[in-house]
């Protein structure tokens, strides 16, 4: 019998794509609040931008959103796209940045595994920052099993990590 395919460990999402309705905004939010840089403009409708020097984590474009208004929300499609920050200081660091730039918050949680902050962009694409705790630190049930939950994260303890 032929083993159930399983995906190699090293696979991971190389980047996200996403519609947006006014570039310039788009671009503004992604480069000026959340501090990706700019790699390319592909012609004046969509452009990409990353972190650390990559060609692009994130893409955006307008090609058929222009103008247009957010996708409804109890309709089928993207939830969030997740941002992975290296460490608990860094999001400290993009935590504030959101709290400088009075951006709303729609939601912080600790998952055990991971802490995380949620908003959306200006387009209403839900976003999630988060940091990843060591692996040897996630929460399991008796059995060895992966535990994950949702519990309040103190945004006040977290932005202490700045002070270290």
Excluded: C
Excluded at 19 to 38: C, H, I, N, Q
Aim: proline letters at 5%.
């Amino acid at each position: 019998m032929e083993e159930k395919y399983k995906a190699p460990a090293q696979t991971s999402i190389g980047h996200v794509h996403l519609k947006v309705s006014d570039l310039p905004r788009a671009l503004e939010f992604y480069t000026g609040v959340l501090g990706f840089e700019l790699t390319q403009m592909y012609g004046e409708d969509a452009a990409f931008v990353s972190a650390g020097g990559y060609h692009h984590h994130i893409g955006l474009n307008t090609w058929f959103s222009k103008g247009g208004d957010p996708a409804p929300r109890n309709t089928a499609g993207l939830f969030h796209a997740a941002i992975l920050y290296p460490t608990r200081k860094d999001l400290a660091a993009i935590l504030k940045r959101l709290l400088d730039a009075n951006y709303p918050i729609t939601g912080a949680s600790d998952h055990g595994v991971s802490e995380a902050i949620y908003l959306n962009d200006p387009d209403h694409n839900g976003l999630e920052l988060y940091w990843d705790r060591p692996k040897a630190q996630w929460p399991t049930h008796a059995d060895g099993s992966l535990y994950m939950y949702t519990r309040h994260l103190d945004l006040e303890d977290l932005l202490k990590e700045l002070e270290r």
